[in-house]
Each structure stands twice: as C-alpha cells, then as structure tokens.
C-alpha cells in the first residue's frame, strides 16, 4: 500500500522561505512520477511541480524561478524548496505520485504567507 506523509508546511513572511517534505512508504520514487500540488480556498486543485522518473522537472509558471522540486532516493522523499514565498501561494499544498497506473496523495499540509 503506497502512503505518502508530507510535512514542513507553516506560517511565513512574504519573501520568506519553506521547505516541504513527502515521505514515501509501499513505493519507491524515483521510480514513478511525483509531485506537489496545492489547492487555496475556494480554487481547484493546481499543480505546482512534478518530477518523472528520469528526474527531469516541470513547474508551474506562478512558480518558475522561485520553487525547486528534488528528491532523496535513499531517504525516498520527495522535497519542494519554496522562496520568495507570496501571499497567493497560500494554500494546501499536497504530495502525489503516480505509481502503478494509480494516483496516490497525501494528507496535505498548510502553508500560509502574510503579507
């Protein structure tokens, strides 16, 4: 069964930095395709960046230049280095990984950037 646990969201200035992280367990990640993807209050779910297997990396405009998506292959996580944080990038955000033909999420985690 593939559980994905991400954590490190939290409160931060605008302009500020977060780091968050995605453990993987009943999968292994570099692998399959992952990602992150956040949903803010009253939007749809959006993608903010993924990585294939191949460690090749796609971003979100709204976040090119400013997020990196990177992954540990023998710790089997998956990071998203988020700087120069801007209050619209508050937001659920969520880990994902496509593994076997399936999609698997996390349970989310909060980041909140004040202006």
């Known amino acids: 069964q593939v559980q994905l646990v991400e954590s490190g969201g939290g409160l931060v200035q605008a302009g500020g930095s977060l780091r968050l992280s995605c453990a993987a367990s009943g999968t292994i990640f570099s692998q399959n395709r992952v990602g992150w993807y956040r949903q803010a209050p009253g939007k749809q779910r959006e993608l903010v960046a993924f990585m294939f297997s191949s460690a090749s990396t796609n971003y979100a405009d709204s976040v090119k230049g400013r997020f990196t998506i990177s992954r540990d292959n023998v710790k089997n996580t998956v990071y998203l280095q988020m700087n120069s944080l801007k209050p619209e990038d508050t937001a659920v955000y969520y880990c994902?990984?496509?593994?076997?033909?399936?999609?698997?999420w996390g349970q989310g985690t909060q980041v909140t950037v004040s202006s």
């Open positions: 994902y990984a496509f593994v076997r033909g399936s999609n698997y």
